[in-house]
């Protein structure tokens, strides 16, 4: 027995010999946060940046639930929110022009550019936002390319998910 207890404290002093302090990793800058990291996506033109609330000033999306008049437009403004978080995803940057206006909420309004693209401009192109200054698009009507601040509408058979 006393052979077996000093034969395992030599086998454990043996692997400890071979063992060197662990020498702490070289001091790293901490890597800037993610544009995804710094933006929380409240609806298709609403946003929470660096935590200030902001506002698309050059498109507006639909309503999204409990503000939505239709089961349309409440659809219509979770996918424009989930493009919205995409493009957030894939930005390598993110800039938010004020125009010095604020909304009702006093949310600034602002031109959002995500890696040099017009995130308002993108919506719109998409057809998943109208523009601002024109009567508010008719969500829930049948669409009509010809209604004054529609969207551009895609055959379903055009219709390419990101």
């Known amino acids: 027995m006393r052979v077996l207890l000093l034969t395992a404290v030599a086998a454990a002093g043996l692997g400890l010999a071979g063992c060197e302090p662990q020498r702490a990793p070289a001091e790293r800058e901490p ?15 609403t946003f929470i940046v660096d935590g200030r609330g902001v506002r698309l000033a050059n498109a507006f999306a639909p309503e999204p639930i409990p503000r939505a008049r239709c089961w349309a ?15 957030m995803r894939e930005a390598s940057s993110i800039e938010v022009r004020p125009t010095g206006e604020k909304d009702s909420y006093n949310r600034d309004f602002a031109i959002v550019m995500l890696g040099g693209l017009d995130l308002g401009q993108t919506l719109y192109d998409e057809g998943m936002a109208g523009r601002p200054g024109t009567r508010r698009f008719p969500w829930c009507d049948p669409i009509s390319q010809n209604a004054e601040g529609a969207p551009t509408i895609y055959s379903l058979m055009e219709f390419k998910p990101r």
Do not use: F, M, N
Request: without cysteine; neutral net charge.
């Open 73 to 87: 437009e409440a659809l219509a403004a979770k996918q424009a929110a989930r493009v919205v978080q995409q493009l």
């Open 31 to 45: 890597a800037a946060p993610s544009v995804a990291e710094r933006v929380s996506v409240l609806s298709g033109d």
